[in-house]
């Protein structure tokens, strides 16, 4: 009998082993998320009568990032530490380049080579949030207002090109991302709170900046048109979201049919990014709006939970890190879906179409699950901890 050679055993022993640990308590609920994403595609591509161009799309997508979250299990997730200012200066040289490639849609945030594009946003939020955790993983002077400087200043830096392509949604999930790493991290409550009186300042200067539609966005939330009303141009989308939902009945479509035949009425604006969460909420109603809120909910508390019990300080920074991104997502897509924030053009993490959101998203799971794969690992003199 032919004998295999010795590297093939140890390289079968290391992946039953890497298989053994692999956290399916986050990737099983991320699975979940991506196939409502399918769901929600395909209905809007149903009343759109499209075809499933964008649903194959997104399915070749997911089989890509799927891949990138297993290889991102596989390494020791420590290596990043060396790479992560280099890869935080790349991302940014990337939303510098944005400003020399054709606009979209009146913005600036695609990279075009040939047929293949992607958005440098997208993958500034994980050098970000790579960078801040390698920032703050073994000092402790954030305990003291004058220690968030830099930490602030690294977060201003992608906020100020996001929001000059301009990208208002991107560039508002920096800000809440500082405060909950640096919190983790150790920065007291009340130096925080100084922090955010200080922003309130300047508001009147964010709100000088925005472009004259980020304005009228904001403006439409306080003038929301009743049932029946033919809404202005600016409040257009999110009446349209909130009619799409109605459409849907408590119990959606899939089981109560469609109540009109009136294509009109579903017609919704980037319904498959944007505003997949009303194409869920027409199709499955509000269970189906629960069951995806709840995956969300326990994919974000497992993912703290990981933080909580990890030791190793990046690992536990960059967790926190990912799941708070995750979480201010959730909400401001929600929000802006209801009525209850501007619509500021944010896709919903692992459910809307788009190839590089959904990729570097997968990869931030990946990166989670692998720091939930080591947690014991110390570098410093002593444990990670926090200082009253």
């Not at 759109?48 to 997104?58: I, K």
């Not at 380049?97 to 997208?122: D, K």
């Not at 109540?259 to 944007?274: K, M």
Request: with cysteine; hydrophobic share 55%; net charge positive.
């Amino acid at each position: 009998m032919k004998r295999f050679p010795a590297w093939t055993k140890t390289l079968l022993a290391a992946s039953s082993a890497w298989s053994r640990r692999l956290c399916l308590s986050i990737l099983i609920p991320t699975l979940l998320l991506v196939g409502l994403g399918w769901a929600g595609i395909a209905r809007h591509e149903t009343l759109a009568r499209l075809g499933h161009g964008l649903l194959y799309r997104q399915m070749a997508w997911s089989m890509l990032g799927l891949f990138v979250l297993l290889a991102a299990t596989w390494p020791d997730y420590r290596v990043l530490i060396r790479w992560s200012y280099p890869l935080f200066l790349l991302s940014l040289a990337l939303l510098v380049a944005v400003y020399f490639f054709p606009p979209v849609n009146n913005a600036r945030r695609w990279i075009r080579l040939g047929p293949i594009g992607f958005q440098p946003s997208e993958f500034a939020k994980l050098g970000y949030v790579l960078a801040l955790a390698c920032w703050l993983m073994y000092r402790e002077n954030q305990r003291r207002l004058r220690g968030l400087v830099i930490p602030l200043a690294l977060t201003l830096l992608p906020v100020l090109l996001v929001l000059r392509e301009p990208d208002l949604g991107t560039a508002l999930v920096f800000l809440p991302v500082f405060f909950a790493v640096v919190f983790t991290a150790g920065a007291r409550w009340r130096d925080l709170l100084v922090l955010v009186m200080l922003g309130a300042l300047t508001v009147p200067i964010l709100w000088s900046q925005m472009s004259g539609e980020q304005r009228s966005r904001v403006r439409s939330l306080f003038e929301q048109t009743a049932a029946g009303q033919s809404p202005s141009d600016e409040a257009y989308h999110l009446h349209q979201a909130k009619q799409v939902m109605a459409l849907g009945g408590v119990w959606g479509s899939w089981i109560g049919g469609e109540p009109v035949d009136d294509a009109g009425a579903y017609r919704l604006p980037e319904a498959q990014s944007d505003f997949i969460f009303c194409m869920i909420g027409e199709r499955f109603g509000w269970p189906g709006i629960a069951a995806m809120l709840g995956l969300f909910a326990f994919l974000v508390g497992r993912g703290l939970a990981i933080a909580a019990t990890t030791r190793e300080p990046f690992g536990r920074l960059l967790v926190a890190g990912v799941m708070a991104l995750f979480a201010v997502e959730v909400l401001i897509n929600t929000g802006m879906t209801v009525g209850l924030l501007p619509v500021t053009g944010l896709s919903l993490p692992l459910v809307s179409h788009g190839g590089s959101g959904l990729i570097v998203h997968l990869l931030m799971i990946g990166l989670a699950m692998n720091v939930a794969m080591h947690p014991g690992y110390e570098m410093g003199k002593e444990p990670f901890r926090f200082v009253e």
